[in-house]
């Protein structure tokens, strides 16, 4: 079992900046972070693997980061240049086994409560 707990979420102007965070209770193989719009489905950001295997959506490619801090438990999400299409709420996610379908949440068994993104223009 794997607990994920996200913070970092908040309010932001189009053009700025926001780091998220994702505190777990142990590292698995693969990792990612989600996004969500009430009404539609769950949208793959971004994923890291135990290689070091990143993985974006066209979306965000060049704008955000996913990265793990060096001995800690914690997964970041570093948004840069964010807009208004970006709001949503980002959720973390960990696969129980090996293997890895990055933007997949379907191959995603562990999850946190997620923390709310809102850009305005």
């Known amino acids: 079992q794997v607990q994920l707990e996200e913070s970092g979420g908040g309010s932001v102007q189009s053009g700025g900046s926001l780091r998220l965070s994702c505190r777990y209770s142990s590292k698995r193989y693969c990792m990612a972070w989600f996004r969500q719009v009430p009404g539609k489905e769950r949208e793959g950001v971004a994923s890291v693997t135990t290689d070091a295997t990143t993985t974006y959506a066209d979306s965000v490619k060049g704008r955000f980061t996913i990265s793990h801090e060096n001995g800690e438990n914690i997964m970041y999400l570093q948004m840069n240049s964010l807009e208004v299409d970006d709001t949503a709420r980002y959720y973390c996610?960990?696969?129980?086994?090996?293997?890895?379908?990055?933007?997949?949440?379907?191959?995603?068994?562990?999850w946190g409560q997620g923390t709310q993104v809102t850009v305005s223009s």
């Open positions: 996610a960990a696969r129980a086994t090996f293997g890895c379908a990055p933007l997949n949440f379907r191959i995603f068994d562990y």
